[in-house]
């Protein structure tokens, strides 16, 4: 993902499972962002770091 505006904010987003099997949105240094559930907190959160406005 890549901030248009701002082409030094971006990042790659990965998919993982869990120990438990649950999959969850993911920055490619590992750390999760919110659960596939969730896509209103990972839309949110991704906006937030990416600085993007909110649609």
Same mark, same amino acid.
């Given at each position: 993902?890549?901030?248009?505006?701002?082409?030094?904010?971006?990042?790659d987003?990965?998919? +993982?499972?869990?120990?438990? @099997?649950?999959?969850?949105?993911?920055w490619?240094? @590992?750390? +999760? !962002?919110?659960? %596939?559930?969730?896509?209103? !907190?990972?839309?949110? +959160? !991704?906006?937030? %770091?990416l600085?993007?406005?909110?649609?």
């Open positions: 993902m890549v901030n248009p505006l701002a082409p030094p904010l971006n990042d987003l990965t998919l +993982r499972r869990d120990q438990a @099997g649950l999959c969850w949105f993911c490619s240094f @590992g750390d +999760r !962002i919110a659960h %596939v559930d969730n896509l209103d !907190i990972a839309t949110a +959160r !991704i906006t937030q %770091v600085g993007c406005p909110e649609p």
